[in-house]
């Protein structure tokens, strides 16, 4: 089905997963569409992984995400719980009953303003109640509807976005969305506010039942599944249940990769009254060590500078303005991290499964990985990858992206790091023959071995894996307006044009088995040791005892022993 392609099943659990998965979506989108009407040969990586083939009841050929998305009642605003794609044969099913029928019509929510400006870009809603879209990609589907240059959509504002359904530009499955009912996104009645009532979801044999009937469905198409991504909200209950269907998955599906990306909103989460913030400690500790117990990889993303309760200042990045008030700027950012730190296993050649990845990073117990990111990777024009190189001196290359503090002085024990979006002759050194070399870095002949030597030469004796694209990472509308002193294609400049919109931009990302994790699971160890749950009786309630906290202080302790000095191979 797959023509040889290595799937992933994602899995998106919670709200802020939802926002980072719109982006992650659309950025996939942005990419898919470039090479399709530039009628390229097949890119550095193959969609097909994420991707999957279909068609509709009406023949129509489809390509939409492999993915399982769970959310609450009322996060959906006018998206169709089953997609726009699909008729929707519930309505139009013939009704045998011939007495009097009355129908209730709940009220439809407004469609943004972006997505009907998109509707009318993408293609038409035909009589017979199929949407006909454009063609997808390696001449699969039908020919595009019309010649005629569609309308450019319009960039959503903050103000316009409520819910991550308001600017998510991919059309999903119908299998896709499953929704929660019995929990409320918007109000203060009915939260899924603790890890408890998460793991209590899929214990319930009709949320579990429907989970395990889409797993299937994805699976048994799948000639080669490597395994699952998992996008799970670490800050409310969703951590409960991420740790229940990492349990199902490393049960039922032994030997493939689960590599879970724990999501925590931006700094502004933690401004808020006691109990929120007490739960947020609590699922957060709960969360990464029953995720890390059933998980290959587990790496925890947040713009914010600590996982703890004591509010820390947002991450800063030299080329970016945002606001951590917003998830659409916090998430966009999360997710083109995510793009680029998830390359290994999406390359078309050569790829590096997620099995194999994690067992690089994750040995001697490490299961806890950190992110990094340089958004964008800061070379000017007419610069060498050596000149940026050793512009960057000694510092971390890379903004941290995982909430554990300032990086410098720490020791990385493996790392996966991917440069992307680079023209190929920046690669190497540019200087005429006899010139005196500035560095070893200018010395070297690929810039494979350029970002290698690097690599080396800032952590010796750590494992590295590096890859170096061309690809950059797309960052078109409705990607938020981050970006300052870029050109359109991401170099940066002195005084770039008031009008240049910026559509992609080269990335530096990497996740790093690092030994601050020492110091932040243990800081989280010592913050809980200051909980006494009896205050927080509706935790409690949720399925959790005075006992399972105690359990998780030792298991806490333990992980973050594995991160102590001592041998980068074997500790």
Known sequence: MAGGAREVLTLQLGHFAGFVGAHWWNQQDAALRDATDAKETPGELCPDVLYRTGRTLHGQETYTPRLILMDLKGSLNSLKQEGGLYRDTQRDAAIAWEGKLTTHTEELHPKNPYLQDLLSAEGVLCSDGVWRVKSIPSGKGPAPLTTATPPKPRIPTEGSIQVWSDFLRVHLHP??????QKYNHDGEASRLEAFGQGESILKEPRYQEELEDRLHFYVEECDYLQGFQILCDLHDGFSGLGAKASELLRDEYTGRGIVTWG?????YSLRQEPQKSIYRLLNTAFGLVHLSAHSSLVCPLSLGGSLGLRPEPPVHFPHLHYDATLPFHCSAILATALDTVTVPYRLRSSPVSMVHLADMLNFSGKKVVTAGATIPFPLVPNQSLPDALVQLGGAAPWTPLSACGDPSGTRCFAQSVVL???NRA???SQ???GTPVPSVLHACVTGEEVLARYLELQQPGARSSSHLL??????????????SSLSQQGPVLDSPPAWAAVD???VLGALCSSSSLDRTLGDLAKELTKVDLRRWASFMEAGVEQGDLEELLHELRSLAQCYQGGDSLAD
């Open 175 to 180: 299998r896709s969305i499953c929704m929660i």
């Open 263 to 267: 999501l925590l909103p931006g700094p």
């Open 420 to 422: 992307r979006g680079l």
């Open 426 to 428: 920046c690669h190497t």
């Open 431 to 433: 200087l005429p023959p």
């Open 470 to 483: 061309l690809t950059p990472c797309k960052v078109a509308p409705p990607y938020p307006h981050l970006f």
């Open 504 to 506: 992609s931009v080269p």
